[in-house]
Structure formats: structure tokens, C-alpha cells
Nanobody, 115 residues
Framework: QVQLVESGGGLVQAGGSLRLSCAAS????????MGWYRQAPGKQRELVAR???????NYADSVKGRFTLSRDNAKNTVYLQMNSLKPEDTAVYYC?????????WGQGTQVTVSS
């Protein structure tokens, strides 16, 4: 199993920045993928960015050039640096880890971008 603890959400004005953190209960080298999804009201959960074992990083087209995914292996933590935030980035952001074929989710953190 993998427990994920998120932090860093909040309210920010358009054009501002936030950094989300997700700490895992086990080494992030042991998971097949880890990253962030988001879900806006009335919409389906969508991928924002994730690392995949082997070195690949995926980003949603809507966040490319604005968001950066990084990791601290020693802390088993993944970060999402979000710059140039837009109102359409408003959502609950969920950390996700894929481990032995199972998806594990954090509790979610709210990000609200005001115009």
C-alpha cells in the first residue's frame, strides 16, 4: 500500500503561483507512476502531470510551460510548481501513485484561482 499526504493548496490571484507537495509512505522508486490529477466542479478527473518509471514525464497540454513536476527521492516527495495560474486551473488537486497495478490517492487539496 501507499499513503499519500498532500499540502500546498490555497487561494491565489490569476497570474500567481502555488506549489503542491505530496509525501508518499514508501520509496517513490518503488511505484510505477506518481503525479497529480485534478477535478473541477462538474468535470471528470484529469491528469495534470506525472512521472512514469523509466524517466518519462507527462503533462497535460493545458499546463505545459506553466507547471513543473519535480521530486525529492530522499523525502519520498513529489512537487507540482504551478506558475501563471489561470481561473480555469481551479480544481481539487489529487496526488496519485500507481503501485503493483493499484491506484492510490491522496485526500485532495483545493486550488482556487481568482480572476
Amino acid at each position: 500500500q501507499v499513503q499519500l499526504v498532500e499540502s500546498g493548496g490555497g487561494l491565489v490571484q490569476a497570474g500567481g503561483s502555488l506549489r503542491l507537495s505530496c509525501a508518499a509512505s514508501r520509496s517513490i522508486f518503488s511505484v510505477n507512476a506518481m503525479g497529480w490529477y485534478r477535478q473541477a466542479p462538474g468535470k471528470q478527473r484529469e491528469l495534470v502531470a506525472r512521472f512514469i518509471r523509466g524517466g518519462l514525464t507527462n503533462y497535460a497540454d493545458s499546463v505545459k510551460g506553466r507547471f513543473t513536476l519535480s521530486r525529492d527521492n530522499a523525502k519520498n516527495t513529489v512537487y507540482l510548481q504551478m506558475n501563471s495560474l489561470k481561473p480555469e486551473d481551479t480544481a481539487v488537486y489529487y496526488c496519485n501513485a500507481l503501485f503493483l497495478g493499484w491506484d492510490y490517492w491522496g485526500q485532495g487539496t483545493q486550488v482556487t484561482v481568482s480572476s
